[in-house]
């Protein structure tokens, strides 16, 4: 379970975050929305190491995550994919989830630097990248460069990569955005099979359809605070969530 208290961030004189406490359990997909600036990628900033809290404790599994470093947060089992693509798009696929999985604590950097032990090691990862590209879909693209690929497929090949890690939780940055109403049914059928495997995720989305079809709990942010926490069809029907997309008429 991913347990946030108190979080706060600032930025100078810019509070960013505010009292952020939430539960999100083990297994199923969670939600996280809220308008442009809300502060819900800045939250995945912190859950994922790459800012420390303001104020605060991020506990994941019973382990303090505030203040780790990103690769020991990795390997505690936390990954996550971002707004803007990462990928190495001169790269094959296959190489590219070949470099992720050099990052996971059974395929260390320092292992590249010994002998093979007659391609046995080698023919291993092969085989757990092309596993991982079957996942989402791309097994069938393996040798393409990644540049070549549609924004949908590369949003996908990024999911790969993040599983590469082999994480219990994934948290994915807007994963839908730019893709055609396929796509996202594609995307949606993965994610589904990826939560029935047994993962957690929380899913940041600007797409409502998308996210009340995935999601069993949806909180919602709004200038840095926490307005609504509940099931689809109670953040559709909240007046404060309205309120923040559509605004109020003075």
């Not at 055609?180 to 600007?206: A, R, T, Y």
Request: glycine share 10%; net charge neutral; hydrophobic share 45%.
């Amino acid at each position: 379970m991913l347990l946030l208290r108190g979080i706060a961030k600032s930025f100078g004189g810019l509070q960013v975050l505010e009292n952020i406490t939430l539960d999100i359990p083990d297994r199923g997909i969670f939600g996280l929305i809220g308008p442009n600036g809300a502060g819900k990628t800045t939250l995945f900033n912190l859950i994922s190491g790459m800012f420390v809290p303001s104020r605060g404790t991020i506990e994941f599994d019973g382990n303090r995550l505030d203040g780790m470093a990103p690769h020991k947060i990795t390997r505690q089992g936390v990954a996550r994919t971002f707004q803007n693509i990462r990928i190495f798009r001169e790269m094959s696929l296959i190489d590219n989830v070949l470099v992720a999985l050099t990052d996971t604590a059974q395929h260390s950097i320092a292992r590249l630097l010994l002998p093979r032990h007659q391609g046995r090691t080698e023919a291993f990862e092969n085989v757990s990248a092309m596993e991982l590209l079957t996942r989402v879909g791309l097994a069938d693209k393996a040798r393409r460069m990644a540049g070549t690929l549609s924004y949908g497929e590369q949003r996908r090949l990024e999911i790969a990569r993040a599983l590469a890690t082999q994480p219990k939780l994934l948290l994915l940055d807007e994963p839908a955005a730019g893709m055609n109403p396929p796509e996202k049914q594609l995307l949606m059928e993965e994610i589904i099979k990826l939560e029935n495997s047994g993962l957690s995720l929380v899913i940041i989305e600007h797409d409502m359809r998308f996210i009340m079809g995935l999601c069993r709990q949806i909180a919602v942010l709004n200038f840095g605070r926490l307005i609504a926490l509940g099931a689809p069809e109670e953040i559709r029907a909240n007046r404060a969530v309205v309120e923040a997309y559509l605004g109020t008429d003075d």
